[in-house]
């Protein structure tokens, strides 16, 4: 049974360039976690869907991110346009909300803005 | 504003040694704490949880103490192998709700 999954598992970039993450949930999962990590803040919390629905995104840093969860199956995180201090780690998590909370993170993306 | 605090940042225990690692809260509305480990290069994989009905869950090596009164809860790796090593994180959540709120993390290196 597949994980999370989520590409690209790499991005470098220039300075002032879109970039988008993308993220397949577990199937059957009605939860998706956006995560950044870094040694400074270490995991923090972006934003999270509930059966597609943003519930919170107090968590997202600025206007240039946003998040949209067009279906059950796919999510997107997409800075625009990217700044240095954007590099870093983001997960992708999914739940089963109702369950036992127990949150499944991807692999991860690890973005280098030049 | 930061709502669990996670102690320390880092440990180095040689092999069969016992990293003890802490954490408090202060929302008194948490009622669920998972333990995440992260390898390397990996995502943060759920370890041990705990609700506050128990004051202890042991899971093979690893044990979680909570303290209710006091708001605190910690890990303990039993006999750590330096298979252990990596990053721990405690979390906490709400019963209303599945977000999770992460500790700042404890990188656990077992010398062998």
């Known amino acids: 049974d597949a994980g999370v999954i989520q590409s690209p598992r790499h991005e470098v970039t220039e300075m002032g360039q879109e970039v988008t993450l993308r993220c397949k949930p577990i199937s059957g999962h009605n939860s998706l976690f956006w995560y950044r990590q870094t040694m400074m803040r270490g995991l923090e919390l972006l934003i999270y869907f509930n059966n597609n629905v943003p519930i919170d995104d107090s968590g997202m840093p600025e206007d240039r991110f946003s998040a949209k969860m067009p279906n059950a199956s796919f999510s997107t995180l997409k800075i625009q346009p990217s700044e240095p201090r954007d590099s870093a780690v983001y997960f992708c998590?999914?739940?089963?909300?109702?369950?036992?909370?127990?949150?499944?993170f991807g692999p991860g993306t690890r973005l280098t803005v030049l | 504003q930061q709502q669990v605090k996670q102690s320390p940042q880092s440990l180095i225990v040689q092999k069969g040694g016992i990293p003890i690692i802490n954490c408090a809260y202060e929302?008194?509305?948490?009622?669920?704490f998972p333990w995440y480990q992260q390898f390397p290069g990996k995502g943060p994989a759920l370890l041990i949880a705990i609700r506050p009905d128990v004051s202890e869950k042991k899971e093979g090596r690893f044990t979680i103490s909570f303290n209710k009164s006091a708001k605190q809860f910690s890990l303990h790796i039993m006999d750590s192998q330096p298979g252990d090593s990596a990053t721990y994180f405690c979390a906490a959540s709400m019963a209303a709700g599945n977000k999770l709120t992460f500790g700042g993390g404890t990188r656990v290196l077992v010398k062998p």
């Open positions: 929302n008194t509305a948490f009622d669920y």
């Open positions: 998590a999914s739940s089963f909300f109702g369950g036992n909370n127990e949150q499944f």
